[in-house]
């Protein structure tokens, strides 16, 4: 980004970055709402079926939860906004320590789908407008269609029976194999645990963390590679049209360089917007694939939370999806903006 809009650039980024904590407030005091309305007794979570009505009492007392929901609210906003998040009624942890502890899987998960998904749906969407019209781009729509229609639990299933159960060529659940993690303990550098592996040399543990990761990133994969094909298939298709490309394509440059080099330049502000939104999808979509791969991530973290009413863990998880989805925004608009000295940092 050139100088005359780096002050802009600041200036935008700060103000989004407030806008994003408005929105953050209103989503947490929504969830808390919600989750309160349905019936439930998390101090008798907390201690136990074979607790007294007293000790429940004190228990209630305890977690702030004889107050006026709105004091409740209150509340739990000043302690997020110093970094208390409250405790877990499941668990008795921090509920921060439980989501940053389960954060690092689900991330690398939604980011090993991204890339797969982008490695498939940008040279799909290419070929697809290079055969316009004939069996290639046929191919590819139709492809696009069945794996942005497909439910991601069939798909999941159907990746589970073909390649571990009938194959036995990958994991069916979890994250890694016990003895393997016990015999090459992985390094943390970044925090995601296939990347730390890689980086520190531990080729028995990143071996074993890809083959428990490959089934449940290629389920993720399926619906960004869908929508990003069709995407880049109708972005590119518009921007053949312009004038300054009809030029390139007549000085004689190769079709490839044509769509690869100029007309996806131009379709890149969509196909941005696009990845900032398949990406909140793909983070809640692999809830459902840690259920079926047994993936311990934010998923399973979640629906644990849900089935015990666990109120601050369950607004814990909604905070923390909205503040993911609300950076990846951010950070969408200001790549668009420094791709493209067009787009107005208003």
Partial sequence: MNDGRGLPAIRYAARRSVLAVVVAVGVVVMTYLIARVVPSDPAGVWAGPRASAAERARIRAELGLDRPVAQQIVSYVAGVLRGDWGLSVLTHRPVLTDLLARLPNTLQLVLAGLLIGVAVGIPAGLAAVRWHGRAPDRLVRSGALLSASIPTFWLALLLQM?????????????????????????????????????????????????????????????????????????????????????????????????????????????????????????????????????????????????????????????????????????????????????????
């Fill in 162 to 346: 073909f390649f571990a159960s009938r194959l036995s060529l990958l994991p069916i659940a979890g994250s890694y194999d016990r003895a393997v993690r016990a015999a090459h303990p992985v390094t943390t550098v970044t925090g995601l645990p296939l990347l730390d592996a890689v980086l520190t040399g531990n080729g028995a543990a990143a071996v074993d963390l890809f083959d428990h990761l490959l089934l449940p990133a290629l389920v993720v994969a399926s619906y960004p590679a869908a929508v990003l094909a069709r995407m880049v298939r109708a972005s590119v298709l518009d921007a053949v049209g312009e004038p300054h490309i009809q030029m390139v394509r007549a000085l004689g440059f190769p079709e490839r360089t044509v769509l690869g080099r100029f007309a996806l330049r131009l379709a890149w502000n969509p196909v941005l917007q696009t990845l900032a939104l398949i990406f909140g999808y793909s983070l809640v979509n692999t809830f459902l694939v840690e259920a079926v791969f047994d993936y311990p991530g934010l998923g399973r973290y979640a629906a644990d939370a849900v089935q015990s009413l666990d109120v601050p863990a369950v607004v814990g998880v909604t905070l923390l999806v909205a503040l993911l989805y609300l950076a990846a925004n951010l950070a969408v608009d200001l790549a668009q903006a420094a791709l493209d000295p067009r787009v107005a940092l208003r």
